[in-house]
């Protein structure tokens, strides 16, 4: 069976799509379920609901653009992990931070990495070469940030997390230039069926 379907609409299916979306929902759901088994340290308010929430619905909706942009698997793969590695780099910081706690400022840095992988993506238009360089770009940076805040003294989680991610981003990196690979010559959209 064929990852993605064309329906009468002309519109690109994807068969990931319930499970992304179902394992969102999971994800939502498991701390409820541990506040009503009375699990220690999990105390979420409504707004810890709604947030994680929003958080989830921007990453499933973003990799639905991904896999709406191609029908490739190596784009979708590529673009799969970066929003993984997005959604995990927000959930960190917003739950505990990666600088120190998650009220310390310096977690804003992190913003910044996600900022070069979108103004990356929207300069080459969401092209597999183009989105290549913008992950090479999120990884530098977020490799640099690490190094900062160990020679700054602000922990060795931030070093470990910076490379962690930083793989991450280059992970996709490798997956965009293989789709670019494969992309045919002149074509003027990412499809491939």
């Not at 992990?81 to 310390?104: K, P, T």
């Not at 080459?124 to 090479?136: C, D, K, L």
């Not at 190094?147 to 910076?162: F, I, K, P």
Request: aromatic letters at 10%; glycine letters at 16%; one cysteine or more.
């Amino acid at each position: 069976m064929a990852a993605n379907t064309v329906d009468g609409g002309g519109r690109r299916g994807n068969r990931w799509r319930m499970a992304i979306w179902g394992t969102a929902a999971a994800l939502l759901l498991l701390p409820w379920v541990a506040m009503q088994l009375s699990a220690p340290g999990v105390l979420w308010t409504g707004s810890d609901f709604v947030v994680m929430g929003v958080i989830l619905a921007a990453a499933c909706g973003t990799y639905e653009l991904g896999a709406w942009l191609s029908g490739n698997g190596a784009y979708r793969a590529a673009f799969g992990v970066a929003v993984v590695a997005g959604f995990l780099l927000v959930w960190i910081n917003l739950a505990v931070g990666i600088i120190g706690d998650e009220d310390d400022g310096a977690n804003l840095l992190f913003g910044g990495v996600l900022a070069i992988g979108l103004i990356g993506a929207l300069i080459a238009r969401f092209q597999p070469q183009g989105m290549a360089r913008a992950m090479v770009a999120m990884a530098i940076a977020q490799v640099l940030i690490g190094a900062t805040a160990l020679v700054a003294g602000w922990g060795y989680e931030a070093a470990g997390l910076g490379g962690f991610f930083g793989a991450l981003w280059l992970t996709s990196a490798a997956l965009f230039r293989k789709a670019a690979r494969e992309q045919a010559p002149g074509s003027p959209r990412l499809a491939t069926h």
